[in-house]
Nanobody
Framework: QLQLVESGGGLVQAGASLRLSCAASGRTFSNYVMGWFRQAPGKEREFVAAISWSGGSTWPADSVKGRFTISRDNRKNTVYLQMESLKPEDTAVYYC???????????????WGQGTQVTVSS
């Protein structure tokens, strides 16, 4: 099993920045593509970004391109989501997830963290 634990969420004002972290344990972290998803109340879980095993490739959603950056440190078994210029519509629970190959579909991810709340006030 790959265990994932997110941290770094919080309440911020519009325009602020936050960095989310997701620490992995239990299996070889570099064997997994890592993704970030988010889910707002009453909405389906939404793809935010993913990163390849080595970090050489990233795939951000159009809705966050230019504002959010996904990165990873395989020495620390951690994936990050740097969020800039936050908007109220970014408010959601953010989850990190892992699977062996790239996908934007949340149903295809095998491992999930418990989520961290991000709230952006206007």
């Amino acid at each position: 099993q790959l265990q994932l634990v997110e941290s770094g969420g919080g309440l911020v004002q519009a325009g602020a920045s936050l960095r989310l972290s997701c620490a992995a344990s239990g299996r070889t972290f570099s064997n997994y593509v890592m993704g970030w998803f988010r889910q707002a109340p009453g909405k389906e879980r939404e793809f935010v970004a993913a990163i390849s095993w080595s970090g050489g490739s990233t795939w951000p959603a159009d809705s966050v391109k230019g504002r959010f950056t996904i990165s990873r440190d395989n020495r620390k078994n951690t994936v990050y989501l740097q969020m800039e210029s936050l908007k109220p519509e970014d408010t959601a629970v953010y989850y990190c997830a892992a699977r062996e190959t790239y996908s934007r579909l949340y149903r295809e991810y095998e491992y999930w963290g418990q989520g961290t709340q991000v709230t952006v006030s206007s």
